[in-house]
Structure formats: C-alpha cells, structure tokens
C-alpha cells in the first residue's frame, strides 16, 4: 500500500469518527429538548377558562369575568360568569365552582370581578380588563355616556341593567377617562388594566369585594386573616410547584351545577355604533 493510498483511508476513518461525535451530540441535544418539552407538557394543567374557551370557540365574541373565589381544604375554587354576544341577543351562563390549580388561582388572586378572557372578532385575549370594557361600555347598542357633575360616565339602557350590577358600576362606575385610557393606552390585549397609573388599583379584587355585587361575594366573607393566608401559600406553591395545605375555618358548598339565561336586544336599541365613541 503507497503513503497516498494509506494517507486517503487515514482521512475517511478520521472524518468517519468526527461525523458520527456530532451525530451524536445532535441526537443528544435533540433528546434533551424533546425532555425538556414533555416535561413542560406534563406541568401545564388546563384550567376551567380553557374549557369555556373551547366551549364557546365558534363564537366571534364573548367575555369570561372572575365573579367569586375560594379555597378549602388545599385545594382552590373560581366562579365565572359568561357573557356571549350575537348580533340580536346576550347569552349569560354563570358556572358553578371550578377547581383550578394553585399557580392558575396565583394568576388571578387580583382579579376578582375582572374580564380574565375576552374574544373579540374572533381573536382571544387572556389579559385582564375591567368588566365589560371589550364588547359593552362605549357600545352605544347597549347604551351611552352621561354626564354628571362634569364627568362623563357610562350608563346602560334599562333591558341592560343587569350588566351594571354584573360589572359593579353601581358602585364603580365606567368613567369615560378610564375607558379611554384602557384603549389608548394600548392595554387591550397587551397588558393588564387597574386603573389610571399614579391613582391606585380601582378595578380588581380588592375594590369589588369593598362593596356592590361583589360585597356579598364567598371571597369576601372571608377574614382578612384567611385571604393573606391563602395568598401567601398560592405564592409559595406556585414558585415550588406543589400545593400546601390550610384550612378554611369555614363550610364550602361545591356546586356544580349551571345555570343559563337568555337577554333579547331590543330593536328599537339595535342602531349600530361603534366601540370608543
């Protein structure tokens, strides 16, 4: 065998054994991201909202908003009420209590009486919004802005009126300079909205267990001791993964059953108009 010859096999056996280390480095990153994704998969638990979210998936519009909340036993509960919107009617289901999970009720600790999902043309927002922001107030179909005292405010026709107990207006009512900074200050769908910056949370958990509709809530008959309690331990086992246990110190009635009614638009009110006017 010549040195050329000898030179040329030295070469293929040398490239064989560098192609197949990389083969095999590739192989093994490519499992350790297959790991890394199944792992992910089998952390993410899908919550109630995402059943409703597929429930209600062939409708162009509708709103999820946080009316109750509570805890027992180690494990944690939401109630939602739903509001579908047609062109010619206002579908309202309000759920029973939902079990979901502790990094899910962390999420939403905050945001009691808040729109935590809204749908709007089709396209799905997850962030959280003051009730009735994305599809009714400054919807001149279901009513118009009214001024009081040289603030404008938001004001429901009467086949309506439930919507203002179901937001909380009549204790927090809808100011127009709220609503138009929820939309021009590019919220929608970005970031979630409390308030005006610089003047404190005015929607949230805390302002709707404060008093109206969300006063006589489960959530806010609890002590104050209770609901830091369960803050602090949602906290905590969201960041470590696991749940602790604590208790109540009071019954909990599990209900599941729903319930569902039907709202009929008035076609004396049905003129169009558009959102933001």
Request: aromatic share 14%; hydrophobic share 25%.
């Amino acid at each position: 065998m010549n040195n050329g010859i000898a030179k040329i096999i030295i070469i293929f056996i040398i490239g064989f054994f560098v192609l197949k280390t990389c083969n095999n480095r590739s192989d093994n990153r490519s499992d350790r991201r297959m790991q890394e994704r199944s792992v992910a998969m089998s952390s993410w638990e899908k919550s109630p909202v995402d059943e409703l979210i597929k429930k209600y998936s062939s409708e162009q519009n509708f709103s999820i908003i946080l009316q109750d909340m509570d805890a027992r036993d180690n494990k944690y509960y939401h109630q939602y009420n739903v509001l579908v919107e047609h062109p010619d009617t206002v579908l309202h289901e309000e759920t029973g209590w939902e079990t979901v999970s502790d990094q899910f009720f962390a999420a939403h600790v905050n945001n009691m009486g808040m729109e935590i999902v809204s749908k709007k043309d089709g396209k799905v927002s997850k962030q959280a919004s003051p009730a009735g922001y994305n599809h009714y107030i400054g919807n001149e179909r279901y009513g118009r802005w009214t001024e009081r005292n040289g603030t404008s405010f938001w004001e429901f026709y009467g086949q309506y009126a439930f919507m203002s107990s179901m937001f909380n207006l009549m204790a927090y009512p809808a100011r127009r300079s709220y609503y138009d900074d929820y939309y021009r200050g590019g919220y929608y769908g970005s970031r979630p909205y409390y308030g005006p910056s610089g003047r404190g949370a005015v929607y949230g958990t805390k302002n709707y267990t404060a008093s109206g509709t969300g006063k006589n809530s489960t959530w806010a008959s609890k002590p104050s001791s209770f609901k830091q309690n369960v803050r602090s331990q949602v906290a905590r086992s969201s960041q470590a993964g696991s749940s602790r246990s604590y208790s109540s110190g009071s019954s909990y009635s599990n209900r599941n059953s729903r319930s569902s009614s039907r709202y009929s638009r008035s076609s004396s009110r049905s003129r169009s108009g558009g959102f933001g006017k």
